[in-house]
């Protein structure tokens, strides 16, 4: 199997840099091979379907499976003069520049306080924009809810990501090696996101660390003597 990534990295939107160097190794000692930073550039179909890549390199392939991702359908928002970016602008509340129309789920993109646009595309995520949502138009306050939450089954492995999966400077519980993981994502102290490598037991405390912005010393949380629970 080949597998023909434009990006530098595997799952470099939806994982944090030391779990996408973690899921390329296992992939590749599973015998996979990786082209990262390359494109398809030309198809001919036939007994078998050859392939041109960027790189010039040519695959003979009996199958191709062609993940394109999506594009948010902005069509209807521009109609309404509302502010776009690769999705539907809105705020903390799920409100957009008109404060009479509200959008969520993968086709928005949420304003951070600095500024910056974010997309969560997560099914967790685009229920709990829906109840914030109709909280913002009856006028009540927004509901506090659980940070989003994704899984993927990849082997035997299975991981869990939580929170925020944005930055650089992650800690990691326990040797990835082993199949065994907890990768934590520490702001000022806050916990607010983290990953499991078949850990998948851990995310019910960690969910309500990260929802009460529990602070933690580093060195305690990745110490594998001391029980999660007992922090």
Known sequence: MTVIELAATVMGRNAP???QRYLLQRHQQAGVRILLNNAIEHVVDGEKVELTLQSGETLQADVVIYGIGISANEQLAREANLDTANGIVIDEACRTCDPAIFAGGDVAITRLDNGALHRCESWENANNQAQIAA????????????????????YSDNLQFIG????????????????????????????????????????????????????????????????????
């Open 135 to 154: 909280a913002a138009m009856l006028g009540l306050p927004l509901p506090l809810l659980p940070p989003p939450w994704f899984w993927s089954d990849q």
């Open 164 to 231: 925020d999966m944005r930055g650089d400077d992650w800690l990691c519980r326990g040797n990835p090696e082993t199949q065994k993981a907890i990768w934590f994502n520490l702001q000022n102290g806050v916990l607010i996101g983290a990953v499991t490598l078949n850990q998948g037991r851990e995310i019910r405390p960690i969910r309500k660390w990260i929802q009460s912005g529990k602070t933690f010393d580093a060195k305690l949380l990745i110490d594998e003597n001391i029980a999660l629970k007992s922090l």
């Open 17 to 19: 840099p030391p779990v």
